[in-house]
């Protein structure tokens, strides 16, 4: 077998980060470094795939977010749980 000596990696039990809040009912996740603030404060998303929007579906809330690590102490997931 070709793979047989390559270390298995295991993901850990995701772990409390902090929450999220929104108010329009949707998240969006966004590279930080691309957001560009005009002199009048209005902010501009970028137009390429560094930005999207998920719908909560329930609406308004503060949810919780979790980072899952693998068993070297990579992160894996970023889990957003709406409930």
């Given at each position: 077998m070709l793979y047989k000596?390559?270390?298995?990696?295991?993901?850990?039990k995701p772990k409390i980060i902090g929450t999220v809040a929104c108010d329009?009912?949707?998240?969006?996740?966004?590279?930080?470094?691309?957001?560009?603030?005009?002199?009048?404060?209005?902010?501009?998303?970028?137009?390429w795939n560094l930005f999207t929007s998920v719908d909560t579906e329930i609406g308004d809330g503060e949810f919780v977010v979790y980072a899952q690590r693998?068993?070297?102490?990579?992160?894996?997931?970023?889990?957003?749980e709406i409930e």
């Open positions: 000596n390559l270390p298995m990696t295991v993901l850990c329009s009912g949707s998240i969006a996740l966004v590279d930080p470094s691309h957001l560009e603030v005009s002199d009048t404060d209005t902010v501009q998303l970028p137009h693998d068993n070297r102490g990579c992160l894996r997931r970023v889990i957003i």
